[in-house]
């Protein structure tokens, strides 16, 4: 076996059904009497009923999350933090959401206790992107961590269709490039094969009947998998890509990397055998096609797969280009010009990777 190193983040997991009704207990565990709980204005009715499970233990609600952790909405955030003099934090909501905890937890430490109504994978992890002047800045820090995370499949039952299929696939991102990193190991590759399998078993079932639950819950579970996995190896070209268009661009986070996956697993393809019989077999396809199947896949379930439909500009292709080759970072397969212009005009255009 390959030498390998493990870093294993610390943090409580609390999964299944109806888990939510615990929250009470956690923030008693935790020692919090006076708990923001934070959302993003679409669910804040859902923040509401929270805040009024924990009772005189709640600080208020702020349900102005908004994509991209912006700086400004976290300076309000802070603001409403200090006025209520608040010792703990709740987000129920997706990865905006946990972003706006996590932002928060950076600036003063304060417990976080986050439920994920998404398959982002964020809450598992002790890194931030936040963006400031139309550029997202990723930070790692103990402090990002939240402490607890209760997953309850029930809060996922009004995720719609097309948001889950997206969802699913931004989990599906962070287990392929788990796979292939710099930082791979075998029990992370573990972890990323598994979530794979119950996203890929999970998410058509949910495109059939979005109440499944059984299907819900292997979706969920192959999130919680594949948020282990963001939390503990570093990523390559398909985050560090998806970052910086989300960050140019505006676009939205889940939608872009399910556009952009299929081409970047395309690039990397002859450099990462082993990660792409991992995918391979997680999906129950030819080895040579991962790709192309995660392609049909997203296709067959309704993703959207052009980013110019999900607002990038073309002059974006050579923008991005040229961002990602004067700032490197490892991949296995090297970044070269007209590699990563080819996989953007892929990715533009929405064609199926050959
Ligand atoms: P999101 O949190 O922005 O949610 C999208 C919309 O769906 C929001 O309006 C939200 O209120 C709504 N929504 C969420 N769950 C719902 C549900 N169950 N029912 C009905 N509506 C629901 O989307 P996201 O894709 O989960 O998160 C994207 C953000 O998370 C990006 O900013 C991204 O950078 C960040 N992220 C960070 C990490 C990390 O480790 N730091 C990992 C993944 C994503």
Known sequence: MEAFVYNANPGRVIFGEGTLS???AEVERLGLSRVLVLA???QEADAQQLARRIGTRSAGVFAQARMHTPTEVTERAMSVVAEHGADGLIAVGGGS???LAKAIALRTDLPQIVAPTTYAGSEMTPILGETHGGR?????SPKILPEVVIYDVDLTLTLPVPQSVTSGFNAIAHAAE????REANPLISLLAERSIAALARGLPAIAMNPADRAARSSALYGAWLAGICLGSVGMALHH????????MFDLPHAQTHTALLPHALAYNRAAAPAAMEAISRALQ????EPAAALYDLARSLGATMALRELGMPHSGIAEATERSLANPYWNPQPLERAGILALLTAAYEGERPV
Not at 136 to 140: A, G, L, R, W
Not at 178 to 181: K, P, S, V
């Open 40 to 42: 993003t204005p679409a």
């Open 136 to 140: 997202k800045v990723t930070q790692s």
């Open 97 to 99: 959401t946990t972003g």
């Open 178 to 181: 788990a796979l292939y990193t």
């Open 285 to 288: 396809v030819q080895v040579q």
């Open 240 to 247: 560090k890509l998806c970052h910086t268009l989300g960050g």
């Open 22 to 24: 615990r929250l009470p």
